[in-house]
T-cell receptor, first 112, second 114 residues
Framework: DAKTTQPNSMESNEEEPVHLPCNHS???????IHWYRQLPSQGPEYVIH???SNVNNRMASLAIAEDRKSSTLILHRATLRDAAVYYC?????????????FGQGTELSVKP | DTAVSQTPKYLVTQMGNDKSIKCEQN?????MYWYKQDSKKFLKIMFS???????INETVPNRFSPKSPDKAHLNLHINSLELGDSAVYFC?????????????FGDGTRLSIL
């Protein structure tokens, strides 16, 4: 399984944009890039996913590098509720058993 | 409506006991999972089931026995509990095994072994 690398922690101010980076230099052509987050005392929550093109949804945007070796999750205006651990996960189309392989993630803290 | 619900939320018991955790999803999904999050917050897959059939057993000790009576339920029974079993256990579901539809997680069951 291809590996992802994320910073251990990041800080942001409330109502400012946040860019969470993820490196995945060994990504294969069929790997999708998924992002999940885990708020304190809750289960992981799906945020967004993409393959090659940038993606937007109501929660966030995903910017994928042209060579797909890195991606950035963008929260356009951070709120206190966005404080969580964010996980960048590669998931192959033919991923055996459907499992998600979680790394250490990035712990995002948001200051008022 | 809770999409993936687990019971109980907290479970405190003594070493050597047998306990069960129940999971139900009302999303009509075919695939369900159990994940374990240890004290260092590391999340790891334990099992996946598709249409009641076991797909993944990720080298979990056979003291852990999942059971899927139907597609909407995946229960986890643990025999002879050990101190190292203390963790948060998350149930999840997804539409199927191969699509890139998201996984939906429950809020977890915090298991503490005394």
């Amino acid at each position: 399984d291809a590996k992802t690398t994320q910073p251990n922690s990041m800080e942001s101010n409330e109502e400012e944009p946040v860019h969470l980076p993820c490196n995945h230099s060994t990504i294969s052509g069929t790997d999708y890039i998924h992002w999940y987050r885990q708020l304190p005392s809750q289960g992981p929550e799906y945020v967004i996913h993409g393959l090659t093109s940038n993606v937007n949804n109501r929660m966030a945007s995903l910017a994928i590098a042209e060579d797909r070796k890195s991606s950035t999750l963008i929260l356009h205006r951070a709120t206190l509720r966005d404080a969580a651990v964010y996980y960048c996960i590669l998931r192959g189309v033919y991923n055996q058993g459907g499992k998600l392989i979680f790394g250490q993630g990035t712990e995002l803290s948001v200051k008022p | 409506d809770t999409a993936v619900s687990q019971t109980p939320k907290y479970l405190v018991t003594q070493m050597g006991n047998d306990k069960s955790i129940k999971c139900e999803q009302n999303l009509g999904h075919d695939t369900m999972y159990w994940y374990k999050q240890d004290s260092k917050k590391f999340l790891k897959i334990m099992f996946s089931y598709n249409n009641k059939e076991l797909i993944i057993n990720e080298t979990v000790p056979n003291r852990f026995s999942p059971k899927s009576p139907d597609k909407a339920h995946l229960n986890l029974h643990i025999n002879s509990l050990e101190l190292g079993d203390s963790a948060v256990y998350f149930c999840a579901s997804s539409q199927d095994l191969v699509s890139n539809q998201p996984q939906h997680f429950g809020d977890g069951t915090r298991l503490s072994i005394l």
